[in-house]
């Protein structure tokens, strides 16, 4: 069966720090995956997807990057937090439809 | 970026009541799905509708796909407090997903 690994749960990072935030998927190849943001509540933003290996889509102009080094890892980046980057980050994969998501990531930037 | 409305955004109700969500789009989608998040956890699947018209029943839950595939609802019979969570419906075109403002929904014993 396929699972997804998404981590940390929890990190508190100032303002100004770089960050990393790594996603992998096991048993399954070529998956799709995705970056979403959530604000406390409310609906996820897509922030980035990627249908293979070094392809990705960005949906929305802002201070964070993604990569995806390999098949089956994805990982969202920062060089400087910005204050407005706190949320709660999902990674999700997909075999073409549903989503499947990891647990999240709460990120606070102080 | 494609949008999709939920209502109500907010929604408190007693056990054994009854209970519809919305979520509409001017948005045409190849197909939609509904998750239910709890706290601090990714959100699981519910359903996936795809054919205009589909109406898919998950024992107390209805999940209807307007015939446009434009919009959608959940029904809820009978309401329980494990029903309790934030309630999200997503549009798939292609490879994207976009989901709805979300409904979050309390059902008091």
């Known amino acids: 069966s396929q699972t997804i690994h998404q981590w940390p749960a929890t990190l508190v990072q100032p303002v100004g720090s770089p960050l990393s935030l790594e996603c992998t998927v096991e048993?399954?190849?070529?998956?799709?995956l995705y970056w979403y943001r959530q604000a406390a509540g409310r609906g996820l933003q897509l922030l980035f997807y990627s249908v293979g290996i070094g392809q990705i889509s960005s949906e929305v102009p802002q201070n964070l990057s993604a990569s995806r080094p390999q098949d089956r890892q994805f990982i969202l980046s920062s060089k400087k937090l910005l204050l407005s980057d706190s949320g709660f980050y999902l990674c999700?994969?997909?075999?073409?439809?549903?989503?499947?998501f990891g647990n999240g990531t709460r990120l606070t930037v102080t | 970026t494609q949008l999709l409305e939920q209502s109500p955004q907010f929604l408190s109700i007693q056990e054994g009541e009854n209970l519809t969500v919305y979520c509409n789009s001017s948005?045409?989608?190849?197909?939609l799905q509904w998750y239910r998040q709890e706290p601090g956890e990714g959100p699981v699947l519910l359903v996936t509708?795809?054919?205009?018209?589909e109406v898919k029943k998950l024992k107390r839950l209805t999940f209807q796909f307007g015939d446009a595939r434009k919009d959608s609802s959940l029904h809820i019979t009978a309401a329980q407090p494990g029903d309790t969570g934030l309630y999200l419906c997503?549009?798939?075109?292609?490879?994207?997903?976009?989901f709805g403002t979300g409904t979050s929904l309390t059902v008091i014993p």
């Open positions: 997503a549009g798939a075109t292609g490879n994207q997903f976009y």
């Open positions: 048993g399954t190849s070529n998956p799709n």
């Open positions: 948005s045409v989608f190849s197909s």
């Open positions: 999700a994969w997909s075999p073409g439809t549903p989503l499947h």
């Open positions: 509708v795809v054919t205009g018209g």
